[in-house]
């Protein structure tokens, strides 16, 4: 079927079939409802490509993440495809890998795909990103990460939500709060995240030990090395530790049950995260709760608003911060 044989089934013209398929314009409802029944009747699907050339723009947005399995991006994932999916729009996935070149290489192939959008959970910004963020003309927003071009960002409270977890455990007795983060090319979670930490120990007047600091990368492998390490280091053991992620956590965990440690009795543990790991997890894992599918509910409202050239508001300096929860578990003490 083509457009002219829709309209002459509809007993219209090939212009009015036109205008209702790429909704450009006006039509007597009358002849809009023939239009749709023979399309509904027909199947007839319009060509993407010669659709898209018609409105320019493709309906389609970019999504880059670093983990597709990783409880964060999938539930950003989720709120995105949600919020267009309900606006006729397709998503194209680029799993990264935690790949800084393959994040470089998923902003050319959506430029050459011509995707309508560019959503970007980000964990690292380079000097190579951002020169490709600035030549991309293609609207685009940040999720995880501030950056410098005025590119509309949403963002974790990441500092306050740390430094009121270690404020908790301070509460609960602990004193030496060990803490196990990542590298600093992260900057929310690496420093954010760390500082808060700290900070927190330093209003209480409580000395910075730094055989309590120690580093993973996300992975229930890593959280399980780095406890090791800090009690290889330690004489004087934590009596509390909080990893900047719920995975870290229980790796941290299972290390200290390998030491016949008992938790919460012995050593309180908490996290960040708060997805089903930390819910179903024995003992119930301490974290924080963010909203990941709100996050990324958020970013598809400012990227449709800037599609759509919504002058209502500055959109290029928008940050917009999520919220986040303290959901005490059964692992702390």
Not at 6 to 31: D, F, M
Not at 220 to 248: V, W, Y
Not at 256 to 263: E, G, P, R, V
Not at 309 to 327: C, F, G, P, R
Request: aromatic share 8%.
């Amino acid at each position: 079927m083509n457009i002219k044989e829709i309209a002459k089934l509809a007993k219209t013209s090939a212009s009015s079939v036109s205008r209702v398929i790429n909704s450009s314009g006006y039509v007597k409802e009358e002849v809009r409802q023939r239009i749709n029944k023979v399309l509904e009747e027909t199947g007839y699907r319009p060509n993407a490509f010669a659709k898209a050339l018609h409105s320019k723009k493709s309906h389609t947005i970019g999504v880059i993440l670093p983990k597709i399995n990783a409880t964060s991006s999938g539930e950003c994932v989720a709120g995105i495809d949600g919020f267009f999916s309900a606006k006729g729009y397709s998503i194209l996935l680029g799993n990264t890998h935690h790949q800084l070149n393959k994040e470089l290489e998923f902003l050319d192939i959506f430029k050459e795909k011509q995707v309508d959008g560019v959503i970007f959970i980000a964990t690292v910004l380079t000097p190579e990103h951002h020169k490709k963020l600035q030549k991309l003309a293609i609207p685009t927003v940040i999720i995880g990460q501030e950056s410098p071009n005025n590119i509309p960002c949403v963002l974790f409270d990441e500092y306050h939500a740390a430094k009121e977890m270690t404020q908790y455990l301070l509460t609960t007795g602990k004193q030496r709060i060990a803490f196990i983060g990542v590298d600093e090319s992260d900057i929310s979670v690496g420093v954010h995240r760390r500082q808060g930490y700290l900070d927190a120990l330093r209003e209480q007047h409580i000395p910075i030990d730094e055989h309590l600091l120690a580093k993973g990368d996300f992975t229930h492998q890593s959280g399980f090395a780095a406890c090791r390490a800090i009690f290889e280091k330690n004489t004087l053991k934590p009596d509390a530790i909080f990893a900047a992620n719920d995975k870290m956590a229980i790796g941290a965990m299972n290390y200290l049950f390998s030491m016949d440690l008992q938790i919460p009795r012995d050593i309180s543990v908490c996290g960040v995260g708060g997805g089903t790991l930390a819910q179903f997890y024995h003992p119930q894992l301490t974290t924080l709760i963010y909203d990941y599918k709100q996050a990324g509910i958020i970013a598809s409202d400012l990227l449709y608003r800037q599609i759509n050239k919504d002058q209502s508001e500055s959109i290029t300096a928008h940050k917009t911060w999520v919220n986040y929860q303290l959901m005490i578990g059964k692992s702390t003490q």
